[in-house]
């Protein structure tokens, strides 16, 4: 079945530096992939996608590039923030069926120090 | 636009018992998914509904069920409470067909 393996936490860094989040995935023909993040108390918000292969999703400065060679989708950002520290998932939907359903990683704890 | 909103935001049960828990959808969503995030992990998908039928089920026994209503609102029901029901209920709007699903703050439940 479909799955997503993401880089294991938690992740600490100081401000300003750069982030890697490292996503793979399995799945059966070409998934839409997503990267939500949520902040302590809240739900998860869509912070990104792409659909196909070399789509590039952008938003608030994180990046993310859907490789299909390498079945990775690894979340970046040049320059972290405090307001960036949250838990960041990568999951993907898969094509086909009438179902859309989300299939998620199991998140990455991000810890941003001032 | 009104968001995806659930209710209530916390609960507390005692094994057995049966809950019910509720989703309001965002605005022209007719399709609503329900996922369980345990402490610590990503969401599970548990079913989705379309036009107030079941659309697809994730591997969730039958204890755990749903209804849609004309309006789009949803409620997840779970009966015989087990401890490892106690979780982040995740409700989740979107278009049927698009692939965008817009996430409620959820329910945390707890059993006891």
């Known amino acids: 079945g479909d799955s997503v393996t993401q880089m294991e936490g938690p992740v600490t860094l100081s401000e300003e530096a750069f982030l890697t989040i490292n996503c793979t995935y399995t799945?059966?023909?070409?998934?839409?992939l997503f990267w939500y993040v949520q902040y302590p108390g809240e739900g998860l918000q869509l912070l990104l996608k792409?659909?196909?292969?070399?789509d590039k999703g952008s938003n608030k400065g994180f990046e993310a590039t859907y490789r299909k060679e390498t079945t990775s989708f690894h979340l970046e950002k040049g320059s972290v923030q405090v307001s960036d520290s949250a838990v960041y998932f990568c999951?993907?939907?898969?094509?086909?069926?009438?179902?859309?359903?989300?299939?998620f990683g199991s998140g990455t704890q991000l810890t941003v120090l001032p | 636009e009104t968001g995806v909103t659930q209710s209530p935001t916390h609960l507390i049960k005692t094994r057995g018992q049966q809950v019910t828990l509720r989703c309001s959808s965002q605005?022209?969503?007719?399709?609503v998914s329900w996922y369980q995030q345990a402490l610590g992990q990503g969401p599970q998908f548990i079913f989705q509904?379309?036009?107030?039928?079941?659309?697809g089920r994730g591997n969730f026994p039958p204890r755990f069920s749903g209804l849609q209503f004309p309006n789009y609102s949803s409620e997840l029901n779970v009966n015989a409470l087990e401890l490892d029901d106690s979780a982040l209920y995740l409700c989740?709007?979107?278009?049927?067909?698009?692939?965008?699903?817009?996430f409620g703050a959820g329910t945390r439940l707890s059993v006891l």
């Open positions: 605005s022209g969503h007719n399709t």
């Open positions: 509904y379309y036009r107030e039928e079941e659309n």
């Open positions: 799945a059966t023909g070409y998934p839409s």
């Open positions: 792409a659909t196909k292969a070399d």
């Open positions: 999951a993907l939907s898969a094509r086909g069926g009438s179902a859309r359903q989300l299939t």
């Open positions: 989740a709007s979107s278009l049927r067909g698009e692939n965008i699903q817009y």
